[in-house]
């Protein structure tokens, strides 16, 4: 069987990817006022970077390592970097 990439659109794709981030954004602006979470940037970066890795479609290896990147550096901004530099 012969895989086929698939082709990027990037208009398309770039309106699509973008209202889903306003959609997401909808929900978690929210957050902080219904529960304890005081820092919502770090969501917010967290997001847009997803959905960066997402829309580029890079190959699922470097997708997966970069993700998991974004992940363990939001938890140490969430969870070290607030003790040293209070926002």
Same mark, same amino acid.
């Given at each position: 069987?012969?895989?086929?990439?698939?082709?990027?659109? !990037?208009?398309?794709?770039? /309106?699509?990817?973008?209202?889903? %981030? #306003? @959609?997401?954004?909808?929900?978690?602006? *929210? +957050?902080?006022?219904?529960?304890?979470?005081? !820092?919502?940037?770090?969501? /917010?970066?967290?997001?847009?970077? %997803? #959905? @960066?890795?997402?829309?580029?479609?890079? *190959? +699922?290896?470097?997708?997966?390592?970069?993700?998991?990147?974004?992940?363990?550096?939001?938890?140490?901004?969430? %969870?070290?970097?607030?003790?040293?530099?209070?926002?």
């Amino acid at each position: 069987m012969k895989w086929k990439k698939k082709s990027l659109h !990037y208009s398309r794709d770039g /309106l699509l990817y973008g209202l889903s %981030f #306003f @959609l997401l954004l909808e929900w978690l602006l *929210p +957050l902080p006022m219904m529960t304890d979470t005081g !820092y919502i940037s770090g969501f /917010l970066v967290a997001t847009v970077l %997803f #959905f @960066l890795v997402s829309f580029l479609q890079i *190959p +699922l290896l470097i997708s997966f390592l970069t993700r998991v990147v974004i992940i363990l550096g939001g938890l140490y901004f969430l %969870f070290q970097a607030w003790r040293r530099f209070p926002i």
